[in-house]
């Protein structure tokens, strides 16, 4: 199985900041990695998919990089409704893996 | 665009099977784009893949869980089912269905979610 590491698994952050979260698979994934933002008693949200590119409907404060083993998730300017949990999940093989979480909190 | 739900009872024994099953609304269950996907969560945990089947009945499981599930289709209702045989307390989680989008390996819709415990 390829494991993923998210860091940090908390981060405490300001309205108006940058928040750049990283999620390191265990081997190569090529781009197949996606993002996902979580609030409390609710379904995921995808947010990235195939590292870089943006869901239908998600703001541009959000954008993801990376290729390889290392993705990063940045919100260019945090606002208040993006306090939540967010979680990387590699599709690059079968079984799907998701990543700790972060925790994005005030 | 798709929307899902799940349903199922909210609890189960011990040793018993956990049967759940995923409606699928606003689209075909046969759209060979997506796979459709069962995802799991402990309370105040992480996410977990149990599961994908597309819609010819294919299917892929996590090895980790593959002993004691079955995840079956049925397109004449537009629907898909997951069966999780032998559950213990460590089986506790919100169980969400999920679109899996073949190309890009993202899990594009889901469900609400329900909360499945497992107890005497």
């Known amino acids: 199985d390829i494991q993923m590491t998210q860091s940090p698994s908390s981060v405490s952050a300001s309205v108006g900041d940058r928040v750049t979260i990283t999620c390191r698979a265990s081997?190569?994934?090529?781009?197949?990695l996606a993002w996902y933002q979580q609030k409390p008693g609710k379904a995921p949200k995808l947010l990235i998919y195939?590292?870089?590119n943006l869901q239908s409907g998600v703001p541009s404060r959000f954008s993801g990089s990376g290729s390889g083993t290392d993705f990063t998730l940045t919100i260019s300017s945090l606002q208040p409704e993006d306090f939540a949990t967010y979680y990387c999940?590699?599709?690059?093989?079968?079984?799907?893996?998701f990543g700790g979480g972060t925790k994005v909190e005030i | 665009q798709l929307q899902l739900q799940e349903s199922g009872p909210g609890l189960v024994k011990p040793s018993d099977t956990l049967s759940l099953t995923c409606t699928v609304s606003?689209?075909?269950?046969?759209?060979?784009?997506?796979?459709w996907a069962w995802i799991r969560q402990p309370p105040g945990m992480g996410l977990e893949w149990i599961g994908n089947?597309?819609?010819?009945?294919?299917?892929y499981y996590n090895p980790s869980l593959k002993s004691r599930v079955t995840v079956s289709i049925d397109t004449s209702k537009n629907h898909f089912s997951l069966k999780l045989r032998s559950v213990t307390a460590a089986d506790t989680a919100i169980y969400y269905c999920?679109?899996?989008?073949?190309?890009?390996?993202?899990?594009?819709?889901w469900g609400q979610g329900t909360l499945v415990s497992v107890s005497s």
């Open positions: 999920a679109t899996w989008a073949t190309s890009a390996g993202s899990l594009d819709s």
């Open positions: 606003g689209g075909s269950i046969t759209n060979a784009n997506y796979y």
């Open positions: 089947i597309d819609y010819s009945g294919t299917t």
């Open positions: 081997q190569g994934i090529s781009s197949f």
């Open positions: 195939v590292a870089s």
């Open positions: 999940q590699q599709a690059g093989s079968f079984p799907l893996t």
